[in-house]
């Protein structure tokens, strides 16, 4: 009995791979060994990329600034702006709370030291520089 449900097992397979390989000929679809080399980087170029959700909104963007510098924005369900990280001339990587204030700025000035400033709700502000 174990010998003829084997024997039934295989049959099934060999006839599933004949079948698929006859399809695959018939209807002209290349099999895995045939498909494209995919190795190839593409280069997709834009000025603003956005991320929509099942609703359409928007709920993140890669964009720039009015100053024409790069900022990443992600927002919760409520359109608010969750994260928001960009690059600035004067402060290097900022980042944005929900209410679009700066709490965060890491900065490295002109001779190259680097700083970091951190700023609360209360807009208390600390400084820390190696």
């Not at 190839?40 to 609703?55: G, K, N, S, W």
């Not at 927002?75 to 980042?95: I, K, N, P, S, Y």
């Amino acid at each position: 009995m174990i010998h003829r449900m084997q024997g039934i097992v295989f049959v099934g397979a060999l006839a599933g791979m004949v079948g698929g390989f006859a399809a695959s000929f018939l209807m002209g679809t290349p099999g895995i060994a045939q498909q494209p080399d995919q190795s190839t980087t593409q280069i997709v170029r834009a000025q603003e990329f956005q991320l929509m959700d099942a609703q359409g909104r928007t709920r993140g963007r890669l964009a720039f600034s009015a100053d024409a510098q790069p900022f990443l924005e992600l927002t919760d369900e409520h359109d608010a702006g969750a994260v928001w990280v960009g690059v600035a001339r004067e402060t290097g990587l900022a980042v944005r709370d929900t209410d679009l204030r700066t709490r965060l700025v890491l900065s490295v000035d002109e001779k190259g030291n680097p700083s970091l400033v951190v700023r609360n709700r209360e807009h208390q502000t600390r400084s820390f520089q190696p």
